[in-house]
Every structure is written in structure tokens, then in C-alpha cells.
């Protein structure tokens, strides 16, 4: 029932298309792209910002650090519990 609201189809081939970021990316192409890249994002890390944290939270260096990041981006959904953990009685 959407054909008639689609104005590019486009044809599937799952040997070029074997990942979802290849079909998404696929679909900015012209109909004649058959090869094409797909971008790989990278992480710029601030060096001045590290230091600057690790002095601040007293970090030990020398051992693993993990931290968790419970707030959610939209709504309170995927948000951390409220009180968690829950305070224990002083």
C-alpha cells in the first residue's frame, strides 16, 4: 500500500547490503552506486580534559576505572530508578 507514496525504490541486494548501516547509507546514493563506504566514526579524546578529571576525582591511574551514566537522554524511560540504591537508614 505504499507505492504509490514511495517515489525511489530502490532494489535489495543483501550481498552489498549485509549491515543496516550499509542499507541506510545506501539509500543517500544515486540508483547507479554499487560500491560504496560506509563512514567509521572515531573518538576524539580531550588529553587536557583526562588529566584535568582524573586529578579532580582523585583517580587512581593504575587500576581500571568504570563509570555508569544512568540518566536518560529522552524521558524518564530509560532513566536510573529514582532513589537507587535506596538509602539506608543513618
Known sequence: ????????????????????????????LEHSSDNFEVFVPGLNVDEENTRRCIAQLGLDTGKFTVALLPGAEYGPAKSWPYRYPPTSPA
Open 1 to 28: 500500500m505504499r507505492y504509490g507514496i514511495l517515489n525511489d525504490i530502490r532494489p535489495f541486494d543483501k550481498k552489498l547490503l549485509d549491515q543496516t548501516v550499509k542499507r541506510f547509507s545506501y539509500l543517500g
